[in-house]
Each structure stands twice: as C-alpha cells, then as structure tokens.
C-alpha cells in the first residue's frame, strides 16, 4: 500500500509521497504514479493506495471523471474518510490506457473544496491480443517471367497490445510453402507492420500451377507469446518459355495457273505452353522474294497456319514457288534457368534478358515450302485481235482478203492451230481452216442491212487440238 501525504503551509503546497511514488507538476498538481493491471483477476476490491493530506481539521475526500462516474465507470472507489483509493473489477487496456480523474478534499465543516488534484491512472497491458492479418488470407496472380528478387506480395498484420510494449511488436515468419519445388524457394523480410514475400529462382507453370505460403505472425510478450496465421495463395499464370515450333505441313501444296483465293496447304505448330493463351498462340510470317503470292493466317481453333494464294500465277513464268514461313507467339518469349543455389544472396540463375545463347533466337527458323503451279490449257491468241480492212462493193468472190495470225502460249499444250468463222450475219467471207486465209464468199453490197456505218462484221475463232477457245 502506498501513502501520499499533503500538508499545506501558506500558499505553499507540498505532496509528500513514498519512495516509489512519482510527482509531476504542470499548471495544477498531477498525481500518475497509480498503475492497474489490465485483467487483473482480484479478488476485488484490492487498495490501490492512499491519498493522504496533513490538515488541522476534518476532510472528506472523492472522485470524478473516467473510471468512477464516467466510463468505464465502478472500477474505482475512495474511503472518502481515509482517502484509500480501491479497485472494484477489470480494466481494458485497449479500451481505457489511462483513467483520468480529479481528487478533491473537501472541508467538512463548511462543505467547501479545500484541495483538487489531477489523478492519472495508467492501465499495464497485458499481453491479451494476438496480431492479426488484415486481410486474414490473401490470393494473387503471378506470372512465370516475374524475377527473383522483387516483392510479389506484401501482408500487413496489426496488434491491439501497447505498441511500445512487447506484446504489442510481432515478427512474420514464413512457416511453410506448398509443394515444395526444385525451382524456386520463398522468403520474406519485414517492414514494421508489413512483410515482404520474395523469392529466389524461376517460376515454371509447368512444375507448379500454385504455391500455398503459410504465414504466421507472433508479437514478442514476456510471459507470453501469441500468434495467428495467414495463407497466401500464388497462382502462377503460364507466360511464354516455350518457343513454338512448325512440324509439318499437309493440304495440296499446289495450284493451277490463274487460280487465286484458295488454301495451298496447313502448316501444324507444337507448343508446350497453355493452350489458348497468348503465350500458346501462333503468328506466322512469310519470307521469299515470291511471298506476295501468298497471305497466311492463324486458324483460332487449331492453331495451324493457312497459306492461301492470293495472286495468280502463270505456269510459263513459275512451274513451282519456293516461300519460307517463320513462327512466333503473340505474347514475347522469355526464358530462365537455375544454374546454382547458393544459400546466401539471389540464385545464379540464366535468363533471356541477359542475351544468353539459350535465349530466344536472333533470327526466327525458317520453315520452306515449295508450292507447284499446274498448266491449264491457255487460249490460242490472235495477233492483232482486231482487224480492219478496207474492200471495195462487189469484189470478186473468192478473192483474198486478210490471213489471220494466231500464237499459243502453252508449251505443254502446243500443237496445230485451225480456224473457225464465227459470226457472219450475210455470209460474206470464207476461212482457210489450216492457212487461216480468208476470202469473198459473197458479192458485197453496201446498201446492204447489215452494213452500219460503212461496216459489216465478222467474228473468226482460232483452236488448239479440237478446243474452241
């Protein structure tokens, strides 16, 4: 039990206390070397000390403010005759750190104030709250290219103890990481209230589509130690570290000259990252003096290559077509390797950012393809196709008029050439099926009705081997 004692002289004022007591003066007297344990357990009432003041004549003594007739009001009490201040039940530190009250002594014989002092009542936390997550658990995606060394999540964790106190500081520790794999290995460093979750290596969709960190926070009390735990959830998102590859090709691999518009052939791509995503997804490109003959695209479904024609070609100038084509994925390639583990530091580790040969190439391999070109049967041409000759009315029939002069193109299909009249309204002219010779048939007449303009019109067709062209 403690005794402090006033004795007033004058206007003197003197607070005579014991050797454990503290005294602190601000514009009023402050008596705050009161303590109450948070949760004590009792029994209650217990004294908390007396307050003591040397007069001549009779006092009273009591409380006001927090703790007594304010919130959290019956935890204190005083002997208004001894000035024996006692505590009746348990205290929350973190709701109520510090009770502060006003204690006066009032004079009995004229129920005047005779002193008023300021009384502070500090609250010892005790180690009664464990830290806690905030949130409790938490969940990210994390691609495969991001590199070690860098925060890929922070967890935060607060604690409702005294923070100047131990039972109010905590440390994170990483307890566990599931599964556990050859590629990559978890830690953390802390930051206060936060912890930072790093890693060492290459993260690799392939040897792991998620990882399950179990967090634990635990403050560092004296007599006791609380904790929670948190788990974070990395999903690894699968990024492009498997470059794309052309293994074959099938479709026709040919076109007839003249023909335009139409799938050639199917080129087939393997790639080991997930489908459908655009790590997966092919983007191909031709390459040739002769690539713009051709279009490619992506069909979306199967991920094959579609070469189409798109200019027509002629079997005289190209009996084949040689055109390369290339692969990429839409999304950038990007590769990494673990080459050691030493225990302190970041992995030593290879990756295509640092121009290793292991990297993405410097130049895309070239798939070639050779695309034949199919003769057809070209029409023979006649040189000039139009001719205009000058006759007289009533020439003679059977008199020569015109030889007609017509050239094949195709080599393949060459052969003789034979003459056929087309239209000829009046029977005017004959042709020579072999000479090509045309000549009067008919006595010319320029009145005649199918005569326009001083014009009559004949149409001739030339064939090769039998085919009217």
């Not at 039990?1 to 454990?20: D, G, N, R």
């Not at 060492?200 to 004296?222: P, Q, R, S, T, V």
């Not at 290559?305 to 692969?327: C, F, P, Q, R, W």
Request: with cysteine; net charge negative; aromatic share 8%.
């Amino acid at each position: 039990m403690k005794t402090w004692t006033f004795i007033c002289i004058l206007t003197l004022c003197i607070i005579a206390v014991s050797a454990h007591s503290k005294i602190r003066q601000k514009r009023a007297w402050i008596i705050d070397s009161f303590a109450i344990d948070e949760e004590s357990p009792g029994p209650f009432p217990y004294s908390l000390g007396i307050i003591h003041l040397e007069k001549k004549y009779l006092l009273n003594f009591r409380l006001i403010g927090s703790g007594f007739d304010e919130d959290p009001k019956g935890v204190l009490n005083i002997n208004k005759k001894t000035g024996e201040v006692l505590v009746h039940k348990k205290v929350d530190y973190e709701a109520f750190p510090v009770l502060k009250l006003k204690f006066e002594a009032v004079n009995v014989s004229n129920d005047q104030v005779d002193t008023r002092l300021g009384l502070e009542i500090r609250v010892r936390d005790i180690n009664d709250h464990a830290p806690v997550f905030q949130p409790l658990n938490y969940e990210i995606k994390l691609g495969e290219s991001e590199r070690q060394g860098k925060s890929v999540m922070t967890v935060s964790a607060s604690d409702r103890d005294d923070s100047s106190t131990p039972n109010g500081t905590f440390n994170f520790r990483l307890v566990s990481v599931t599964p556990k794999t050859d590629n990559v290995e978890f830690y953390m460093k802390q930051d206060n209230t936060t912890g930072n979750i790093y890693f060492k290596g290459c993260l690799d969709d392939e040897k792991a589509h998620k990882y399950m960190l179990l967090i634990e926070a635990k403050d560092n009390g004296d007599k006791l130690q609380l904790s929670s735990t948190s788990t974070v959830v990395l999903n690894i998102i699968d990024q492009n570290n498997h470059l794309p590859e052309i293994t074959g090709h099938k479709g026709r691999g040919k076109i007839t000259e003249r023909e335009s518009g139409v799938e050639v052939l199917r080129l087939n791509v393997h790639d080991e990252d997930s489908p459908g995503s655009p790590a997966w997804k092919a983007k191909f490109t031709l390459h040739g003096a002769e690539k713009n003959h051709f279009k490619i695209q992506t069909d979306p479904k199967t991920n094959e290559g579609i070469l189409t024609v798109v200019k027509a070609m002629d079997y005289e100038e190209h009996t084949s077509i040689n055109v390369s084509i290339s692969v990429e994925n839409e999304e950038p390639y990007f590769f990494c390797k673990v080459k050691n583990r030493p225990s302190q530091d970041l992995w030593d580790i290879e990756t295509s950012a640092e121009g290793s040969s292991m990297g993405a190439p410097q130049f895309p391999k070239l798939y070639p393809v050779t695309v034949a070109v199919e003769n057809i049967n070209d029409p023979p041409e006649f040189v000039p196709p139009v001719k205009l000759l000058m006759i007289m009315e009533n020439t003679k029939i059977g008199t020569p008029l015109y030889t007609l002069t017509a050239i094949d193109p195709d080599k393949s299909f060459g052969g003789s050439l034979h003459f056929v009249k087309g239209e000829d309204k009046d029977n005017w002219v004959t042709v020579d099926a072999k000479t090509g010779q045309v000549s009067v048939a008919k006595i010319m007449d320029r009145e005649s009705q199918f005569v326009k303009n001083s014009t009559y019109s004949v149409i001739m067709y030339v064939e090769d081997n039998g085919k009217k062209q």
